[in-house]
Each structure stands twice: as structure tokens, then as C-alpha cells.
């Protein structure tokens, strides 16, 4: 090989380690930003259902649990996947220089999305009674339905707009809107409200208000962002909506069951058992779902990355993109899973004495969201390099396991029995679709960096476990506090490599320019 030859090779191998580390610090800054922001805002969320449970009592927190479960499946199943697809078509057009297409795919994916949320709005109306007298034998539901039907389009379209802005490569608006107005606007209506005397109408009548100016916002960015400046009128471009519904229609027979399917457990439950049990459910599950926001939110950095290096058949860019998140979310959520195992009981307490009876349902809804954040992101590759129908057979086959699993355990073994079906099911799919991935790409999410958090995170529990058993009693808090040191220093001690010491310096630099 000749100098000139060595030369370029060197140069190309610079190139690929350095656009290797810009996107990994793009999902570390854009992911730690959100995953920041969504600590602040689902922390507000949390704090807002700890609120309510020891404000309104179990009985009527499980009336606003029922309501707010075919709300949330309501609105998320109409999306259609309009907000998947925005990110993975605005991302393609802008990697190809195409910006009009790109703003044709958003008026196209938002148009769709409030049009389809204002039938299901109609629907939920006309369906209201028979739900709450016929189905679940609570006639006091049906006011619920009603207010949370009024906020399903304007929930929608801020669903979809907020998704077609992370195609630019921008979260701020997702934090201002999704972690910083939702929650903070959510707890301070429903308290002045509630100390109005108006009980869970005014918290219903909080939500509703609430969605309604997220939209206003959400509308209000894309705008500034968007449009502003570009001298173009909206304008309806009906090959790009064409475009998108042959993406997302399998999508939305996926999101129906994938919607649906996950949340039948507060359902069927609703049906089998009275409310405070379904109260008590809902404040496992949401606790568990803390880990979800992790993988959530460095998945908010992947998906463009993913989109466009699978236009421009970089797999190993996507290879290396896909291994970063898996690391990232499993080293920030193993302290979060260990401390729900060992503090499930005390945790469930703070809603209320009698929430305490779901301790065992959080442990083992733990175990199901702890795998899926050491799976990585495999759905999100899947989605971005094209195979929606596949997601679409993924989602359709485990929501038929899901719905026929809880439906049989869900009788004999009550919130039990639907955290095991919830979580047994939640494993086998990502499992399958990890292989899938595999399959098809050659990539797989793990790499021997994984074993450091793992090891740290052993020894910090055995070390607690210890402590707990010791003659000395310490509080809980202290106990945790002492997880997370125990876990980071163990990480230190264990060492840190190259790649994810520029994670971490990228996450310190977003906590410092914050502050």
C-alpha cells in the first residue's frame, strides 16, 4: 500500500471514528437532556398520582385510573403511527436536502392525526354509557369518558407535531411542552380545583385544559421552526400522505394491539375486580414505568440517526448507534430496578397505607421493564430501516398472547396475576425482536461494556441486602442513597471506557449548561 493509499485510509478510519463519537454524543446530549427533563416532568407526573391517591382515596383513583386507561389507548391507537412515521420520512428528506418534502410529511402527519383523534373524540362520546353501565357496571365512569373524549384531538396532534420536531434534531420543545408544561400545568390546575371543591371533575377538567394548550404550543413551535422564514403557504401534498398512510397502516393495526394489548391488564382487571384494587395497580405500574422513560428517551436520539444511516447504508454506523443506547439505558436504569426491589413496599406506601398491598405486582413489573431496557432499541431499528409490516406481525401476535394471558391469570391471581402476564409477555417480545434484528442486520445490542454496570449494580445490592438485615435499622432513603453511591463507584472502579466517558462528559456538559 502506498503512502498516498495509507494516508486516505487513516483519514476515512478518522472520519468514521469521529462521526461514531458525534453520534454518540447527539444521542447522550439530546437523550440526557430529555432523559433530565422527562426525571423533572414524570417526577411531577409521579408526585401528581401520589396526589390524587391520597386525595381522592383508592376507590376514586381507580375510577380516574379506569378513565385515563382508554383515554391513553384511545388517543395513542388514532396516532396511526403518524408520529413514528413523521420522524422516519422529515428525517430521510432533510438527510437528502429536501426540506419542502419535509414539511409537506408534517402538515400531511399532523392533518391525519387531529382529523382520525376527532372521530375517536365522537366515538368515546356516543360510547360512553354503555362502557360505564353495560361493561364495567360503574354508572359514575361515564363523566370521566366525556371530559377525557374532549382532549383526544388536541392530544393527538400534539403527539404527532412534538415527534416531527425531534426529526430536526431538537428536544427543547419536547421538554418545554411534554416534561415542563404538561405536568407543572396538570398539578397546579387540579389543585386549585380540587381545593374548589370539585373532587375528580376538577382534576379531569385540569387534563383536559392542560392538552388543549399543549396543542397550542406544539403549533406554535413547528411554526417558529418549521415554517418561519420560508415564504411557503401549507400546503396539502396528497403523494406525501399517501407516502406516509402505506408506512403507517400497518403500524396502525400494530398500535392497535400494541396500545390496546399492554394496557388490557387495568382493563380486564377493572371488569374482575372493584376500584381500589385497580388503584392500587395503577400506582405499581406507573412506579415500574420509570425505567421506560430511560430507553425512552435515549430513543429519541437513535431514531433520525438510525433513519438516516440506513438511507445511506451505513451499517455500521447503526450497529454502533444501536449497542450506545443499550449501554446507556441499562447503566441508568439497573440502580432505579434495584432500588424498586428492595424498597418496593416502602415506595408503594407513600400513595397510601393500603397501596402497599401491590408490592409484589411492582417487583415483578420491574423484572419485565429492566429487560426491555437491556434489549436496546431493537423495535426502533426495525421501524427506521423500513419494516413496519414486521412490527405490525410482532405487535398483532404478542397482543393476542397478552390479552389471552391476562385474561386467564388476571381471575385467579388479581394484580398478581396481570403483572405476571404484563411482564412475561413484555419479555418474550423483545426478545424476538432482537433476534429479528439480528436476522436481518447482523447487529445485536450487547457488548462486553454491559458487565461493568451489571458487576457494579451485584455488589451494590448484595451490600444493601447486608445493611437491611443488619441490627441496625436505617431509613429507607438512606439505604437508597447508598445504592446509588455504592453503584457509581463500583462503575469507577471498574473503569469507564473511551466511548462512554465522551457519553458522560456530553451528559455533565448538558446538567452544567442547564445550570
Not at 71 to 98: C, P, Q, R, Y
Not at 116 to 132: K, N, Q, T, W, Y
Not at 398 to 424: D, E, K, R, Y
Not at 426 to 438: A, E, G, K, M
Request: charged share 10%; net charge neutral.
Amino acid at each position: 500500500m502506498t503512502n498516498r493509499q495509507t494516508a486516505a485510509t487513516e483519514t476515512l478510519v478518522d472520519e468514521l471514528c469521529h462521526q461514531d463519537s458525534r453520534d454518540h454524543k447527539t444521542i447522550a446530549y439530546g437523550g440526557g437532556a430529555l432523559l433530565l427533563a422527562s426525571a423533572f416532568g414524570n417526577g411531577l407526573n409521579y408526585a401528581f398520582g401520589i396526589f390524587l391517591a391520597r386525595t381522592l382515596g383508592p376507590e376514586e383513583f381507580g375510577l380516574y385510573a379506569l378513565a385515563l386507561t382508554m383515554f391513553n389507548m384511545l388517543t395513542l391507537a388514532v396516532v396511526f403511527g403518524m408520529d413514528i412515521g413523521a420522524i422516519k420520512f422529515i428525517s430521510h428528506h432533510l438527510g437528502e436536502g429536501l426540506d419542502a418534502k419535509a414539511r409537506e410529511t408534517l402538515i400531511a402527519a399532523a392533518s391525519m392525526a387531529f382529523g382520525s383523534g376527532l372521530i375517536a373524540a365522537v366515538g368515546l362520546g356516543l360510547l360512553a354509557g354503555p362502557l360505564a353501565t353495560a361493561v364495567y357496571s360503574k354508572p359514575e365512569l361515564v363523566l370521566s369518558l366525556l371530559l377525557f373524549a374532549a382532549a383526544i384531538p388536541f392530544a393527538t396532534v400534539a403527539i404527532v407535531l412534538i415527534s416531527a420536531l425531534q426529526a430536526f434534531q431538537t428536544v427543547r420543545y419536547t421538554i418545554l411542552i411534554k416534561y415542563l408544561w404538561e405536568p407543572l400545568a396538570k398539578f397546579v390546575f387540579a389543585a386549585v380545583l380540587l381545593w374548589a371543591g370539585f373532587q375528580l371533575l376538577g382534576v379531569l377538567i385540569s387534563i383536559v385544559l392542560t392538552l388543549v394548550v399543549s396543542a397550542a404550543l406544539a403549533i406554535q413551535a413547528v411554526h417558529r421552526l418549521v415554517f418561519s422564514g420560508s415564504g411557503e403557504l401549507l400546503v396539502w401534498s396528497t403523494q406525501e400522505a399517501r407516502t406516509l398512510l402505506t408506512y403507517c397502516l400497518p403500524l396502525a393495526v400494530s398500535n392497535l394491539f400494541g396500545v390496546v394489548a399492554p394496557r388490557s391488564d387495568i382493563l380486564i382487571l377493572g371488569y374482575w375486580a372493584n376500584t381500589q384494587e385497580v388503584g392500587i395497580y395503577l400506582a405499581a405500574f406507573q412506579t415500574a414505568a420509570i425505567m421506560a422513560l430511560v430507553l425512552s428517551a435515549f430513543d429519541t436520539g437513535l431514531a433520525p440517526i438510525i433513519s438516516r444511516a440506513w438511507s445511506q447504508q451505513d451499517r455500521a454506523r447503526m450497529r454502533d448507534s444501536y449497542q450506545a443506547v443499550s449501554r446507556l439505558s441499562i447503566t441508568v436504569s439497573l440502580p432505579i430496578f434495584c432500588c424498586l426491589i428492595l424498597f418496593a413496599n416502602d415506595i408503594l406506601k407513600v400513595f397510601g397505607p393500603e397501596f402497599a398491598n401491590g408490592a409484589v405486582a411492582l417487583m415483578i413489573l420491574a423484572v419485565g421493564q429492566v429487560f426491555n431496557n437491556a434489549t436496546g432499541s431493537a423495535n426502533t431499528v426495525l421501524l427506521m430501516s423500513g419494516h413496519s409490516r414486521l412490527v405490525m406481525t410482532n405487535t398483532v401476535v404478542m397482543g393476542v398472547a397478552l390479552l389471552a394471558a391476562t385474561a386467564t391469570v388476571i381471575p385467579f391471581w388479581g394484580i398478581n396475576g396481570a403483572a405476571i402476564a404484563a411482564s412475561t409477555t413484555f419479555i418474550l417480545t423483545n426478545v424476538i425482536r432482537v433476534i429479528q434484528v439480528w436476522r436481518l442486520h447482523h447487529m445485536q445490542p450487547y457488548t462486553w461494556g454491559l458487565s461493568k454496570p451489571i458487576a457494579a449494580a451485584a455488589a451494590a445490592t448484595g451490600i444493601l441486602v447486608v445493611l437491611q438485615n443488619s441490627a441496625v435499622m436505617f431509613p429507607s432513603p438512606v439505604l437508597g442513597l447508598a445504592l446509588g453511591v455504592l453503584y457509581l463507584t463500583g462503575l469507577l472502579l471498574l473503569g469507564i471506557n473511551q466511548e462512554d466517558r465522551l457519553v458522560f462528559q456530553s451528559l455533565f456538559s448538558r446538567v452544567r449548561s442547564l445550570f
